[in-house]
C-alpha cells in the first residue's frame, strides 16, 4: 500500500512540475514578444520622411504608376509594414504612403529611401514588386522591377517622358529595360541591343520577338521574359 502511494506521489509530482514548467516557457515567450513589439518594433517606423505634395492636375495627368493608389507593403530590416496605401512617382522614382492615421487629413508621406529595401504593391488588375538598389556601379540608384531571372536578370525601370501637350506639362509612362549578366548591364532600347546580346542566335531570336506581332518598344514585361527565356534556351 504505501509502495503504491509512494508511485502515485512521484507521478503526480511530476506531471506538476511538467505544468510549471511549461508555464515558464510559455511566459518567458509572451515576454520576449511583448518586448520585441514594446522594443524593438513600431508599425510606424517606416514613416522616415518628407511631405508629399501633389505637383501636377490629376484630372489632366498623373505621373503616378497606375495613375492611383494601390495596396502594398513595405520590406526594411526584415520588417514587414503591411496594408499600406502606396502610391510610386515614376517621375521622381519616390515611394508615396498615406498613413492611415494621417487619411482624414488627406496627407501623403515621401519615403525616404534608406529606409525601404523593397516594397509590394497590388492595383485592381496588376501587381509590383520593386527592389531598392541604394549604393550600385552596375545601374543607377533607385527603385527597379526585377520580372525575370535567369543567366541574366531583367530590371525594368519605370519613368515618364515629360512633354508639353496644349500648354499643360504631360507625364507619359516610359520604360527602360536592362539586362544584367555578372558585372555587364545591356539597356535594351529596341530589338538590335537585344540582338547584339545573343548575337550568336540572332535569327531565331528575332523570328521570337516577330512571333508577337506588335512593335519591340510596345512589348510587356510578360512577353519580354519569354523571349529572354527563349535566347537563354538556345
Same mark, same amino acid.
Given at each position: 500500500?504505501?509502495?503504491?502511494?509512494?508511485?502515485?506521489?512521484?507521478?503526480?509530482?511530476?506531471?506538476?512540475?511538467?505544468?510549471?514548467?511549461?508555464?515558464?516557457?510559455?511566459?518567458?515567450?509572451?515576454? !520576449?514578444?511583448?518586448?520585441? #513589439?514594446? %522594443?524593438?518594433?513600431?508599425?510606424?517606423? #517606416?514613416?522616415?520622411?518628407?511631405?508629399?505634395?501633389?505637383?501636377?492636375?490629376?484630372?489632366?495627368?498623373?505621373?503616378?504608376?497606375?495613375?492611383?493608389?494601390?495596396?502594398?507593403?513595405? &520590406?526594411?530590416?526584415?520588417?514587414?509594414?503591411?496594408?499600406?496605401?502606396?502610391?510610386?512617382?515614376?517621375?521622381?522614382?519616390?515611394?508615396?504612403?498615406?498613413?492611415?492615421?494621417?487619411?482624414?487629413?488627406?496627407?501623403?508621406?515621401?519615403?525616404?529611401?534608406? %529606409?525601404?529595401?523593397?516594397?509590394?504593391?497590388?492595383?485592381?488588375?496588376?501587381?509590383?514588386?520593386?527592389?531598392?538598389?541604394? +549604393?550600385?556601379?552596375?545601374?543607377?540608384?533607385?527603385?527597379? $522591377? !526585377?520580372?525575370?531571372?535567369?543567366?541574366? $536578370?531583367?530590371?525594368?525601370?519605370?519613368?515618364? +517622358?515629360?512633354?508639353?501637350?496644349?500648354?499643360?506639362?504631360?507625364?507619359?509612362?516610359?520604360?527602360?529595360?536592362?539586362?544584367?549578366? $555578372? %558585372?555587364?548591364?545591356?539597356?535594351?532600347?529596341?530589338?538590335?541591343?537585344?540582338?547584339?546580346? &545573343?548575337? %550568336?542566335?540572332?535569327?531565331?531570336?528575332?523570328?521570337?520577338?516577330?512571333?508577337?506581332?506588335?512593335?519591340?518598344?510596345?512589348?510587356?514585361? &510578360?512577353?519580354?521574359?519569354?523571349?529572354?527565356?527563349?535566347?537563354?534556351?538556345?
Amino acid at each position: 500500500m504505501l509502495k503504491n502511494i509512494f508511485f502515485w506521489f512521484i507521478i503526480t509530482s511530476s506531471i506538476s512540475l511538467q505544468s510549471q514548467n511549461k508555464r515558464v516557457i510559455i511566459n518567458q515567450t509572451d515576454s !520576449i514578444r511583448n518586448f520585441y #513589439y514594446s %522594443e524593438s518594433y513600431n508599425p510606424d517606423d #517606416y514613416l522616415n520622411g518628407k511631405e508629399y505634395k501633389a505637383y501636377y492636375n490629376p484630372t489632366t495627368t498623373s505621373p503616378l504608376l497606375e495613375k492611383t493608389l494601390g495596396e502594398g507593403t513595405i &520590406f526594411n530590416k526584415g520588417v514587414a509594414y503591411n496594408k499600406l496605401t502606396i502610391a510610386y512617382d515614376r517621375n521622381l522614382d519616390e515611394l508615396i504612403v498615406m498613413p492611415g492615421k494621417y487619411v482624414s487629413d488627406n496627407v501623403y508621406v515621401k519615403i525616404n529611401k534608406s %529606409e525601404v529595401d523593397s516594397f509590394y504593391v497590388n492595383f485592381e488588375k496588376s501587381q509590383y514588386l520593386f527592389i531598392n538598389r541604394k +549604393s550600385d556601379t552596375v545601374l543607377p540608384k533607385g527603385f527597379y $522591377e !526585377i520580372p525575370y531571372k535567369g543567366r541574366h $536578370e531583367l530590371h525594368v525601370k519605370y519613368t515618364t +517622358s515629360n512633354l508639353y501637350h496644349d500648354g499643360i506639362l504631360t507625364y507619359y509612362p516610359k520604360i527602360e529595360r536592362y539586362l544584367i549578366e $555578372e %558585372e555587364n548591364c545591356f539597356l535594351i532600347k529596341k530589338k538590335k541591343d537585344l540582338l547584339n546580346v &545573343f548575337s %550568336e542566335n540572332k535569327k531565331e531570336v528575332r523570328k521570337k520577338t516577330r512571333s508577337y506581332h506588335t512593335p519591340f518598344k510596345n512589348l510587356t514585361n &510578360f512577353q519580354f521574359t519569354q523571349i529572354l527565356k527563349f535566347a537563354e534556351s538556345l
